[in-house]
């Protein structure tokens, strides 16, 4: 089984104090820095860009987890590489060529990651699993923090588990939306080992505190 990762999410972060609560989220063992990046297009909702993508992986040794929520995000792969992005997420839903956009993340040297909003059926991203290196199951609508994790899509991660074991592909299982101490087994059962947390770890009061509790609750 692969090691359980806890990936706060910074929108959930008061940008200007983003450091300090990033190092308290790394005290409480946080592994990635999940960076949501949205466009007002492909999401009712503009969150933050390259510079901000840039300092917040400078700022820390988490691995940058850049979740893009654009369009056609081919146009922005080399800027979020030069911005510092370890893994770069994009949707299935926003690409007009899927395989190019994640061979392109992959020819820029990092790691790269599809993502499926609630509504999208598990089968539309199955043909590129063999080129991705971490699959992001949206529990929530994408587009705010905040929104309560809906568990009926537990079984797209089962399914993403089964069928790297039966097709010995290699990538990782991420939970995105309303991911809590509460809920965070529940993913980890269902074959998640990456879990990002906005509300439930950096908008919390005591960060480490808040990063400790998730974690303890997914290992079980
Ligand atoms: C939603 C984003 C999430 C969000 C999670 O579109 O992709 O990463 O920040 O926030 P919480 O954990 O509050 O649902
Ligand atoms: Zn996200």
């Known amino acids: 089984m692969k090691k359980i990762k806890l990936s706060p999410s910074a929108l959930a972060c008061d940008f200007s104090n983003a450091g300090v609560q990033i190092k308290a989220a790394t005290d409480g063992?946080?592994?990635?820095?999940?960076?949501?990046?949205?466009?007002g297009i492909f999401v009712p909702n503009i969150s933050f860009g390259q510079p901000v993508v840039k300092s917040l992986s400078k700022c820390c040794d988490l691995v940058s987890d850049v979740h893009l929520m654009i369009t056609e995000p081919i146009r922005y792969i080399d800027d979020f590489v030069k911005a510092g992005a370890d893994i770069i997420t994009v949707h299935v839903e926003a690409c007009e060529d899927v395989r190019a956009?994640?061979?392109?993340?992959?020819?820029?040297?990092?790691k790269a990651g599809i993502s499926?909003?609630?509504?999208?059926?598990?089968s539309e991203i199955v043909p590129y699993l063999d080129i991705c290196d971490l699959v992001l199951v949206m529990s929530v609508e994408p587009g705010f923090g905040g929104q309560r994790f809906m568990a009926d899509m537990m079984p797209k991660c089962e399914f993403l588990r089964?069928?790297?074991?039966?097709?010995?592909?290699?990538?990782?299982?991420?939970?995105?939306?309303?991911?809590?101490?509460?809920?965070?087994?529940l993913c980890v059962e269902s074959g998640a080992n990456v879990l990002v947390a906005g509300s439930s770890v950096?908008?919390?009061?005591?960060?480490?505190e808040a990063a400790e509790k998730l974690l303890i609750a997914a290992r079980g």
């Open 29 to 39: 063992g946080a592994e990635y820095l999940h960076l949501d990046v949205m466009d």
């Open 101 to 110: 956009t994640l061979e392109k993340i992959r020819e820029c040297g990092v």
């Open 116 to 122: 499926l909003k609630p509504k999208t059926d598990v």
């Open 162 to 185: 089964d069928y790297a074991k039966q097709n010995g592909l290699d990538y990782e299982i991420s939970v995105d939306g309303g991911v809590s101490a509460e809920n965070a087994r």
């Open 202 to 208: 950096l908008g919390k009061e005591n960060i480490k």
